[in-house]
């Protein structure tokens, strides 16, 4: 498949996928013509990479579990929960770093922060 087959097929750019393929995310192979031709996996691996920088990973997390995926799309093997249990702990933190600034927010909106310093 080339890649705008790929690119049609998975709705993602065609500069998207090359990214994708810089960062060792997504392998091809190149014609004599050196375009890229991709695997009949491809589709699957860039719905993963979606699916996991939709989850907040980063490239190089992604790279680290595309390697550890196992049979269907969702399994990844049981080594990997450490280092997702550790990203859902900073999206918690992050979470929790913003519901509190919302709180002020809404605090300083309806004038009770600035009326207590007065």
């Known amino acids: 498949m080339r890649i705008g087959e790929l690119a049609r097929e998975t709705g993602v ?3 998207l996928l090359r990214y ?4 060792g995310l997504l392998d091809s192979e190149r014609t004599p013509g050196g375009q890229r031709v991709y ?3 491809a589709p699957a691996v860039v ?8 989850a907040g990973l ?3 997390g992604i790279a680290e579990v595309l390697d550890r995926v196992c049979g269907s799309e969702a399994e990844i093997e049981p080594c990997l ?9 900073a999206i918690d933190e992050k979470i929790h ?4 600034a919302r709180s002020s927010l809404v605090a300083v909106t309806e004038g009770r922060q ?5």
């Open 97 to 100: 770093d913003l519901q509190g």
């Open 20 to 23: 994708y393929e810089e960062q």
């Open 13 to 15: 750019s065609v500069r």
């Open 39 to 41: 695997g009949p996996d």
């Open 81 to 89: 929960s450490p280092m997702l249990v550790a990203r859902l702990d």
């Open 58 to 60: 980063p490239t190089r």
């Open 114 to 118: 600035l009326a207590a310093t007065d």
């Open 47 to 54: 719905r993963r990479i979606r699916a996991l920088l939709g």
